[in-house]
């Protein structure tokens, strides 16, 4: 795939980043401690790394997502893919929406692609090594509006890609402590609820949707209800855990590894999928740290890159005998 396709690596990394975070598997309580206890403390500690945290304003995040998907309907994902992503993200004080700069890869099979994401006071741009193109304001402003209602820098880089884990977790535990970077940490884990995760990814879709993401992806551009509980009732193994600061209440690490088996009735409704396994590492670092966030110096017209978009998306459809 050609380098002027790149940017779209940050899109696909977000869409499938999301089906990583699936779930995540419950562990025995502490020794000596009653799961009721347990849980209590876990449900306190989220409640703080969620809420008005100074603390998350601020940090460096790097992560990595690989899938492996069984897949007939969409032969452009059939096989591993990877995704990484890795920058910084700062909220200004007063305001509500943080600024951020993430470069994100995508490897698929012999398939290398990379891009970034850019939000500079509330201006969006998809860039291409030092060349930005700029996001009309409408859509930006529709794409952070999510970030508004949450309440600190970190949550708040989450919200925009409708990632919501505090939505979806089901009898957090905490199970230990440990240290990271010389900071004391909780470790919990947490059962999640499939429908309420696959509401989210739907929302996320649908935003990407807006930018004709998903279309020149050859990727489907919504998931409506029976999508979404087909793949929730196609879920067979769901394991994950996270590190929260004990003093200062943010995240500083998370691991997912799930599994997805697809019963026969439901593999035409999606898309031929008939099994997947994901597993997804994030780690959270620099938090509290200053962070530089500019926008990029060279602009490239914004149709320019929806030219990209629709010469992809039928390249997308010529090379997969129509499915898109």
């Not at 876990?42 to 969620?50: H, S, T």
């Not at 460096?60 to 998907?69: C, L």
């Amino acid at each position: 795939m050609k380098a002027k396709f790149r940017p779209f690596a940050a899109a696909a990394a977000a869409w499938l980043s999301a089906i990583a975070l699936t779930a995540c598997g419950a562990a025995p309580a502490r020794h000596g401690e009653s799961d009721a206890s347990s849980h209590a403390a876990a449900d306190q500690l989220i409640a703080q790394a969620i809420g008005d945290n100074p603390a998350a304003r601020s940090g460096r995040i790097s992560g990595a997502v690989d899938v492996n998907m069984d897949i007939s309907g969409l032969p452009q994902l059939d096989g591993r893919t990877q995704i990484t992503a890795d920058g910084a993200y700062a909220l200004p004080d007063g305001a509500a929406v943080p600024d951020l700069d993430i470069d994100v890869g995508l490897l698929h099979n012999d398939q290398a692609l990379g891009g970034a994401i850019v939000l500079d006071d509330r201006n969006g741009f998809v860039k291409l090594g030092t060349t930005g193109y700029k996001v009309p304001d409408d859509i930006t402003h529709e794409l952070t509006e999510p970030a508004v209602a949450a309440h600190n820098g970190l949550t708040k880089l989450g919200a925009m890609f409708y990632i919501n884990p505090q939505d979806w977790e089901r009898n957090a535990r905490i199970v230990g402590e440990s240290k990271i970077g010389g900071e004391t940490v909780e470790h919990i884990t947490a059962d999640i609820d499939p429908q309420a995760f696959f509401l989210d990814v739907s929302r996320m879709v649908a935003a990407l949707a807006k930018l004709h993401v998903p279309q020149a992806l050859g990727l489907p551009t919504e998931l409506g209800p029976k999508l979404r509980e087909a793949l929730a009732r196609s879920v067979t193994v769901a394991e994950g855990e996270a590190w929260i600061g004990k003093d200062d209440h943010v995240l500083r690490k998370a691991r997912a590894h799930g599994k997805l088996l697809v019963a026969d009735a439901d593999r035409d409704l999606l898309y031929g999928l008939r099994k997947a396994s994901i597993s997804a590492n994030l780690d959270v670092s620099d938090v509290g740290g200053a962070q530089t966030i500019t926008p990029p110096s060279t602009l490239g017209s914004y149709d320019a890159l929806q030219l990209a978009l629709t010469a992809l998306a039928d390249a997308a459809r010529k090379d997969h005998g129509g499915h898109g």
